[in-house]
């Protein structure tokens, strides 16, 4: 469960063999980092798309009076990046940083292409994936809009099971865009209803 | 009877922080030679080694956390601890003492260094053991035993050369105070120099010594010194120890719990769909609450 490779991540979800795909993935280079560093910075360009085999990332931005914004967690077997400045070229209005020490496989343009040729499935694969997250991009907004905290915690316990135990909470309310007081008061609300002695 | 012999004599390795008040040397799970298997029912073993915190205001330790499926067994060597559970429970504990907590279907607690004693600060030691559960009790309802040092029955080495607390199990007639789900041995053994003394624990019981003061040797010639994990071998029933200086270790020893284990963060169940229902019912509030 702690740790998921790139390789078992394609070869799970395509049809292909284990060798076709290492000799693709081997040539992909991965990274380790350590609790707290960054893999981008706002105002740097981002060049990779990020998929985490082991450990957790966050994409947050900072805004004008200094408060962060969590957009994404990424834990195992998530792929990460800033798209505006991966695939428009633009500097980064977002930090990208490892909450544990953390390893990720870096995706680029070239090893897309290869793949595509190689294995023209992921072709079909990668649109899949791209579409998967624009509707979770469409859920999220939705429910900033609409949903109440409370939907908005449990919806965010069933996408990410286990955040809660690896993030401060902190970071959970941000994420969720309410104060630290307003998920205590929510968990607190949901342990008198669920709890039985 | 042979001899059980030692397989493996390991050094402390690299201390890591759990919260800000305990600074441990993990000896299980690590790596394949101490993994899970090899010493369940002990699946997790934490060791504070003794080490000065300067005094502080605010206690140090660890926040509101979660446990399912198993027992958290906090022996105290130096130092005081302070804990909470989501069930209303809590207690202190202080040098020589046990929480033997059987979290079981789950609860949330957070251990701090005890007020007073945070403000003095002081050398602080402890060991930490996850202890499995059964899968017929992993769900049963939680429990405490606050076992304090005065109530350990002990075993006295002849010639006034030192004592064993049996805390759990059996030691030549003498029965542990603590009670177990399955068949465990768990003893504090205090050596005076030069005392030697033998053990005799079933073959196919997982069997560990931990150092905690002093140094001794293992069955006449394996030296083991301060901090060491000394993991012995199933081949046998009868080691003996001998302490090299005046010394305190703690022998831990169980009979294998023949399951799968499936473990993720602060859960160990059976199966992976246990897991995800304890991370469900964690995030749903059925561990109940517990303020920071």
Same mark, same amino acid.
């Given at each position: 469960?702690?740790?998921?490779?790139?390789?078992?991540?394609?070869?799970?979800?395509?049809?292909?063999?284990?060798?076709?795909?290492?000799?693709?993935?081997?040539?992909?280079?991965?990274?380790?980092?350590?609790?707290?560093?960054?893999?981008?910075?706002?105002?740097?360009?981002?060049?990779?798309?990020?998929?985490?085999?082991?450990?957790?990332?966050?994409?947050?931005?900072?805004?004008?009076?200094?408060?962060?914004?969590?957009?994404?967690?990424?834990?195992?077997?998530?792929?990460?990046?800033?798209?505006?400045?991966?695939?428009?070229?633009?500097?980064?209005?977002?930090?990208?940083?490892?909450?544990?020490?953390?390893?990720?496989?870096?995706?680029?343009?070239?090893?897309?292409?290869?793949?595509?040729?190689?294995?023209?499935?992921?072709?079909?694969?990668?649109?899949?994936?791209?579409?998967?997250?624009?509707?979770?991009?469409?859920?999220?907004?939705?429910?900033?809009?609409?949903?109440?905290?409370?939907?908005?915690?449990?919806?965010?316990?069933?996408?990410?099971?286990?955040?809660?135990?690896?993030?401060?909470?902190?970071?959970?309310?941000?994420?969720?865009?309410?104060?630290?007081?307003?998920?205590?008061?929510?968990?607190?609300?949901?342990?008198?209803?669920?709890?039985?002695? | 009877?042979?001899?059980?012999?030692?397989?493996?004599?390991?050094?402390?390795?690299?201390?890591?922080?759990?919260?800000?008040?305990?600074?441990?040397?993990?000896?299980?799970?690590?790596?394949?030679?101490?993994?899970?298997?090899?010493?369940?029912?002990?699946?997790?073993?934490?060791?504070?080694?003794?080490?000065?915190?300067?005094?502080?205001?605010?206690?140090?330790?660890?926040?509101?956390?979660?446990?399912?499926?198993?027992?958290?067994?906090?022996?105290?060597?130096?130092?005081?601890?302070?804990?909470?559970?989501?069930?209303?429970?809590?207690?202190?504990?202080?040098?020589?003492?046990?929480?033997?907590?059987?979290?079981?279907?789950?609860?949330?607690?957070?251990?701090?260094?005890?007020? /007073?004693?945070?403000?003095?600060? *002081?050398? %602080?030691? !402890?060991?930490?053991?996850?202890?499995?559960?059964? =899968?017929? #009790?992993?769900?049963?309802?939680?429990?405490?035993?606050?076992?304090?040092?005065?109530?350990?029955?002990?075993?006295?080495?002849?010639?006034?050369?030192?004592?064993?607390?049996?805390?759990?199990?059996?030691?030549?007639?003498?029965?542990?105070?603590?009670?177990?789900?399955?068949?465990?041995?768990?003893?504090?053994?205090?050596?005076?120099?030069?005392?030697?003394?033998?053990?005799?624990?079933?073959?196919?019981?997982?069997?560990?010594?931990?150092?905690?003061?002093?140094?001794?040797?293992?069955?006449?010639?394996?030296?083991?010194?301060?901090?060491?994990?000394?993991?012995?071998?199933?081949?046998?029933?009868?080691?003996?120890?001998?302490?090299?200086?005046?010394?305190?270790?703690?022998?831990?020893?169980?009979?294998?719990?023949? /399951?799968?284990?499936?473990?993720? *963060?602060? %859960?160990? !169940?059976?199966?992976?769909?246990?897991?995800?229902? =304890?991370? #469900?019912?964690?995030?749903?509030?059925?561990?109940?609450?517990?303020?920071?």
């Amino acid at each position: 469960m702690n740790n998921f490779t790139l390789s078992t991540f394609l070869t799970s979800n395509l049809q292909v063999d284990e060798t076709t795909i290492s000799l693709i993935v081997d040539h992909c280079k991965t990274k380790t980092i350590g609790q707290g560093d960054y893999l981008l910075r706002q105002g740097e360009y981002c060049k990779h798309s990020f998929f985490v085999e082991t450990g957790l990332l966050r994409q947050y931005s900072i805004d004008a009076k200094g408060k962060e914004h969590i957009l994404h967690f990424a834990p195992e077997s998530w792929i990460l990046t800033d798209r505006e400045s991966v695939y428009f070229n633009q500097p980064s209005n977002y930090f990208i940083q490892a909450l544990e020490p953390t390893r990720v496989a870096l995706i680029d343009e070239q090893f897309i292409e290869q793949l595509s040729e190689k294995v023209p499935s992921f072709i079909d694969f990668n649109n899949k994936l791209l579409h998967n997250h624009i509707r979770h991009l469409q859920n999220r907004i939705n429910q900033l809009l609409s949903a109440t905290a409370e939907e908005r915690y449990l919806d965010f316990i069933k996408m990410y099971p286990d955040i809660l135990l690896r993030v401060p909470q902190i970071m959970v309310a941000s994420y969720l865009g309410i104060t630290p007081e307003s998920l205590s008061r929510i968990r607190k609300e949901l342990a008198y209803k669920n709890f039985k002695k | 009877m042979t001899t059980k012999t030692v397989e493996l004599i390991a050094g402390p390795p690299e201390p890591h922080y759990v919260g800000d008040g305990f600074r441990v040397h993990n000896f299980i799970p690590s790596g394949f030679r101490l993994d899970m298997q090899r010493m369940n029912p002990f699946i997790m073993m934490d060791y504070n080694s003794k080490f000065y915190f300067s005094p502080s205001e605010k206690p140090r330790g660890v926040g509101v956390h979660p446990h399912r499926g198993f027992e958290t067994v906090t022996i105290a060597y130096q130092g005081k601890v302070e804990h909470h559970d989501s069930g209303g429970g809590g207690g202190v504990i202080g040098q020589g003492d046990i929480q033997w907590m059987t979290a079981a279907g789950g609860v949330l607690h957070k251990e701090f260094h005890e007020k /007073e004693w945070s403000k003095k600060g *002081g050398d %602080f030691q !402890m060991v930490q053991l996850w202890i499995n559960l059964p =899968a017929k #009790d992993k769900m049963s309802t939680p429990k405490y035993q606050a076992i304090k040092n005065e109530n350990i029955n002990r075993y006295s080495i002849e010639n006034n050369g030192g004592e064993i607390e049996v805390i759990a199990g059996e030691h030549k007639g003498i029965k542990g105070t603590a009670s177990t789900f399955t068949p465990i041995h768990m003893f504090n053994v205090k050596l005076k120099k030069g005392v030697e003394t033998d053990f005799s624990l079933p073959a196919n019981f997982n069997t560990s010594l931990l150092v905690v003061e002093g140094s001794i040797v293992v069955n006449g010639s394996e030296e083991a010194p301060t901090n060491n994990f000394v993991l012995m071998a199933n081949d046998g029933e009868n080691f003996t120890v001998k302490a090299v200086e005046d010394a305190v270790v703690l022998i831990l020893s169980g009979e294998p719990i023949d /399951e799968p284990i499936a473990a993720h *963060g602060p %859960f160990v !169940m059976n199966t992976r769909q246990e897991l995800i229902q =304890a991370f #469900d019912d964690f995030n749903k509030g059925k561990f109940g609450y517990l303020e920071d």
